[in-house]
């Protein structure tokens, strides 16, 4: 029983909920505005970033080490999603020597 | 002090963001990705979770953010290659996500999250040799449990 981390007595829990909720819709809106492939992935890595630091801060805040134990988790599913996602992204790079996802809408036919 | 560090890594956190979101180079873009992910490590630290805190710079600033540079260098776009979307079209896009946040802000304004007790508050957890515990100890556990059951 160590002293308290003093962001967990001053700051309140609300506070860690809206900066996670401005980062993930930082993240959404990445995904709305760019055509880029590869931005549209990094979006995406911003958003797992947003519900991590959640887990992490309640976790903290109640003093349950499982919420930490579920961000490794996602972290590893993370890494291993960043691998097939950048290999099919180079895979329609070479297909339609472009990562623009506007010339994806051809996957409708 | 705390605070004010919690204050300062929070406003570079969403700097660093809206710059990836927003900056033009896909280069560019990596390296604010990097830095925001440097500004959420010390945001693990200052929650005292120290493995974590090893664990996002080592998988995600050292391996995943690599990766991208390295694709990002292999598929040697350009700024000016990107096609931008319509005007209108980004407009709304921002205005869904601004709509989304004032949702979301109000939803959340008056739950109550609770706090910490400070009778069993126990700062070690996020350590290593406790989430060693956690992690092989109860969840493997829970996991043998699954197998022998099928």
Same mark, same amino acid.
């Given at each position: ?15 860690? &909920? ?7 819709? &930082? %993240? ?10 590869? &931005? &549209? ?25 499982? %919420? ?42 | ?15 660093? #963001?809206?710059?990836?979101?927003? @900056? ?16 959420? @490590? ?13 664990? /996002? ?20 776009? +350009?700024?000016? #290659?990107?096609?931008?979307? $319509?005007?209108? @079209?980004?407009?709304? #896009? ?11 802000? #109000?939803?959340? +304004? ?19 040799? /406790? ?10 556990? +829970?996991?043998?449990?699954? +197998?022998?059951? $099928?």
């Amino acid at each position: 029983m160590e002293e308290i981390p003093g962001v967990i007595r001053t700051i309140p829990l609300n506070h860690y &909920i809206f900066f996670s909720t401005a980062l993930f819709v &930082i %993240g959404i809106v990445g995904v709305l505005v760019r055509r880029n492939a590869l &931005i &549209i992935f990094m979006s995406v890595e911003l958003m797992l970033n947003a519900v991590n630091l959640l887990l992490t801060a309640f976790s903290a805040y109640r003093s349950d080490a499982s %919420g930490q134990v579920f961000v490794f988790f996602i972290m590893a599913v993370a890494a291993a999603e960043v691998s097939v996602g950048l290999a099919i992204i180079v895979m329609i790079y070479r297909n339609n020597r472009s990562v623009d996802i506007g010339i994806l809408n051809r996957l409708k036919w | 002090m705390a605070d004010k560090t919690f204050y300062f890594l929070t406003f570079l956190t969403l700097l660093f #963001a809206l710059l990836v979101v927003f @900056s033009k180079n896909p280069v560019y873009s990596v390296l604010y990705l990097i830095l925001t992910i440097f500004c959420l @490590s010390g945001h693990y630290l200052l929650l005292n979770a120290q493995f974590l805190f090893a664990v /996002n710079i080592i998988v995600y600033a050292g391996a995943i953010m690599v990766l991208f540079l390295f694709v990002i260098m292999f598929l040697n776009l +350009r700024e000016d #290659a990107e096609p931008q979307k $319509s005007t209108a @079209s980004k407009l709304a #896009a921002v205005v869904a996500g601004g709509m989304l946040l004032v949702v979301m802000v #109000a939803a959340l +304004r008056r739950v109550d999250a609770g706090s910490y007790n400070p009778a069993t508050y126990n700062s070690q957890i996020g350590l290593v040799e /406790n989430l060693g515990k956690v992690f092989l100890g109860t969840f493997c556990c +829970r996991l043998n449990w699954l +197998r022998s059951c $099928s």
